[in-house]
Each structure stands twice: as structure tokens, then as C-alpha cells.
């Protein structure tokens, strides 16, 4: 787990530790939003919250560090590795709490992936919920929440958690061990920290990303020639040809800020060669340049031939 993106959810995190402060927490949560940008981590850190001493968890105590190993008695998680989470795992939940705990405390359930629930373990967990115990806590962690029963939905307090800025995400993945470059493609092509690293190893990913540099330092007609009869092949594939389009984006909104005056760009990895490719188009040359590869983007999406969008992209960049 990677606890950094619970400051990335900052509001998140101050609305649970004043309402536990205030003695109001819920008996039941669903933190909903895309994979990847901290509802475990904030579920981890909400059951840590109730038992480090601390006024936030230290995640070096006894209790702290039984919990991040799955080992604290009083905190169950739930998870699947098939598409399923099936009733029998919601029994044993009940089971569990059915029983006197020879820790004192409250107990926390998590439910990771939670719109996996069958709708026998939904109804389940509905009874469950539907008569809340003083001292029993649960959360829901869902990527889909109209996967889940409205009944359940109702009964729980709903937290929606944003999307990961590009730009610390762009900062976690170097943190990681990648380099700059990639992690600044990797960011804006994904919001998803989890997603980025699996695409880091992504032979079709590293491509691009050598590809890109390689376009960087195309100048002139011949040379755009040369690169797309060379890497055709490779551009037809759909997923290949939108990312690579994606980053061309990108790259002409950084070319405009750097024109604005603005060092405060998404591609940090490549600023000079950004800077170096700055000199081959003009202010307007970028704006038109944007136009041309979003209006491609819907043309490929439309199943336009990759080997067209790309022969009608460097005949109109070059």
C-alpha cells in the first residue's frame, strides 16, 4: 500500500479525524471512486485512527502495525481474487462479530472491492448493517457504487474520493524508481497509481515512450517520412496509436505555457527537449497542432484506419 495518496485525499482525511475527535463517526462508510487514488489506504488508516494513541496514526505502534499486516483481532477485511465476493464470506464476518473479542476496542470490517458482492452476500450484509452494533465500524471500498444494493447505499455514509493530481502522481512514480520521463507520460495517461506501474512494464508502453523521444527530434518532412514507414506497423494497433496521441496532446499544452511564459509544465522529464522542439512551430502552430491530433482522436475512435489518422497527422504536423 502506498499511504502517500491519503494526503492526496487531505479533506478526506481531516473530515474523518474531526468527526472521530467529535465522537460522530458512522457505523458504516462506502469511500467510491476510481481504483488506484487511496480507498484502501483510507480504509487501513480509519481503523488505525480508532487505535493509535496518537492524534493521527503513527503506523509504527503495536496496534498500527498489527492492523497494516492483517493481524489486529478487532479488524476484518474482506477481499476476492476472483469476481466475486461470495456470501459465505460475509457469514464468517458475522460470525466473527458475533463473538466476544478478547481484545477491547471497537471492530472494523473493510470490504474491498465491495460492488463484487453477490446479491446473496448483499442481502447478507444488508442485515448486517440494518442493525448496527455501539463499537462496530465498516467500510465499503467500490470503484462502482451502482453495483451496490440501494438499500445498503442508503444506510451508510457515502465519501467520494478525487482523482490523483498528474503531477504528484508523475512524483510518486520517480519515488518508485522510474524514470522522469516515463513517469511523466505514465501521468498523464493514467490517474491510477496502480494502473502506471503495470504500464511502466508494458512492452507496447516503453515503445512509445522512445518512440516520443524519437518524434521530438523530427524537424522536417523527410524525417516524419522516414519515422512513420519505420514504425507503422507498431501505430496500428488502436491502444499504441491513442496513447501516442494522448502525449502529443500534452505536448503541444506545454509548448503553449512555455510560449505563455509558464515553466510549469506536465512533461517535466522532457523540458528541454520540449524547449529545443519549441523553436521548430509557432504559438499558432501549437493550437493548431492541438486541434489537428484531438480531431484525429475522435477519427480513430470512430474506427477510422490507425494507418490513415497517422499519415494525415504528418502530413499535416510536418
Same mark, same amino acid.
Given at each position: 500500500m502506498n499511504f502517500n495518496l491519503v494526503s492526496q485525499q487531505a479533506d478526506i482525511k481531516r473530515i474523518l479525524l474531526n468527526t472521530k475527535s467529535k465522537n460522530r463517526l458512522s457505523h458504516a462508510y462506502i469511500f467510491s471512486g476510481p481504483s488506484g487514488v487511496g480507498k484502501r489506504e483510507m480504509a487501513y488508516y480509519f481503523a488505525m485512527m480508532l487505535y493509535c494513541h496518537n492524534e493521527e496514526p503513527c503506523m509504527t505502534c503495536q496496534n498500527c502495525h498489527q492492523i497494516l499486516n492483517n493481524e489486529h483481532l478487532n479488524v476484518f477485511v474482506i477481499s476476492s481474487d476472483t469476481k466475486t465476493i461470495k456470501k459465505e464470506q460475509i457469514v464468517d464476518l458475522q460470525e466473527?462479530?458475533?463473538?466476544?473479542?478478547?481484545?477491547?476496542?471497537?471492530?472494523?470490517?473493510?470490504?474491498?472491492?465491495?460492488?463484487?458482492?453477490?446479491?446473496?452476500?448483499?442481502?447478507?450484509?444488508?442485515?448486517?448493517?440494518?442493525?448496527?452494533?455501539?463499537?462496530?465500524?465498516?467500510?465499503?471500498?467500490?470503484t462502482n457504487i451502482s453495483k451496490i444494493l440501494p438499500?445498503?447505499? +442508503?444506510?451508510?455514509?457515502? #465519501?467520494?474520493?478525487?482523482? %490523483?493530481? $498528474?503531477? /504528484? &502522481?508523475?512524483?510518486?512514480?520517480?519515488?518508485?524508481?522510474?524514470?522522469?520521463?516515463?513517469?511523466?507520460?505514465?501521468?498523464?495517461?493514467?490517474?491510477?497509481?496502480?494502473?502506471?506501474?503495470?504500464?511502466? +512494464?508494458?512492452?507496447?508502453? #516503453?515503445?512509445?515512450?522512445? %518512440?516520443? $523521444?524519437? /518524434? &521530438?527530434?523530427?524537424?522536417?518532412?523527410?524525417?516524419?517520412?522516414?519515422?512513420?514507414?519505420?514504425?507503422?506497423?507498431?501505430?496500428?494497433?488502436?491502444?499504441?496509436?491513442?496513447?501516442?496521441?494522448?502525449?502529443l496532446v500534452v505536448l503541444y499544452e506545454d509548448i503553449i505555457s512555455l510560449y505563455n511564459g509558464s515553466l510549469d509544465i506536465h512533461l517535466k522529464g522532457y523540458i528541454e527537449e520540449i524547449a529545443k522542439y519549441k523553436n521548430y512551430i509557432t504559438y499558432d502552430d501549437a493550437k493548431k497542432n492541438i486541434e489537428l491530433v484531438y480531431s484525429l482522436i475522435k477519427k480513430l475512435q470512430s474506427n477510422v484506419i490507425p494507418k490513415n489518422i497517422l499519415t494525415n497527422l504528418f502530413v499535416n504536423l510536418f
Open positions: 466473527e462479530f458475533s463473538k466476544t473479542s478478547n481484545v477491547p476496542g471497537p471492530r472494523i470490517y473493510i470490504i474491498l472491492d465491495a460492488d463484487k458482492m453477490n446479491p446473496q452476500s448483499q442481502n447478507s450484509l444488508l442485515k448486517f448493517i440494518e442493525e448496527p452494533e455501539e463499537g462496530i465500524y465498516g467500510i465499503l471500498c467500490t438499500t445498503i447505499v +442508503s444506510r451508510c455514509q457515502i #465519501i467520494n474520493f478525487k482523482s %490523483l493530481d $498528474d503531477r /504528484f &502522481l508523475a512524483r510518486t512514480l520517480e519515488e518508485k524508481g522510474l524514470d522522469s520521463k516515463t513517469s511523466s507520460i505514465l501521468s498523464k495517461l493514467t490517474n491510477n497509481f496502480e494502473d502506471a506501474i503495470a504500464l511502466s +512494464s508494458d512492452v507496447n508502453m #516503453i515503445k512509445i515512450v522512445e %518512440l516520443f $523521444d524519437d /518524434f &521530438l527530434k523530427i524537424n522536417k518532412a523527410s524525417e516524419a517520412i522516414i519515422y512513420q514507414i519505420k514504425n507503422q506497423s507498431f501505430f496500428d494497433n488502436y491502444d499504441n496509436l491513442l496513447r501516442f496521441l494522448n502525449i
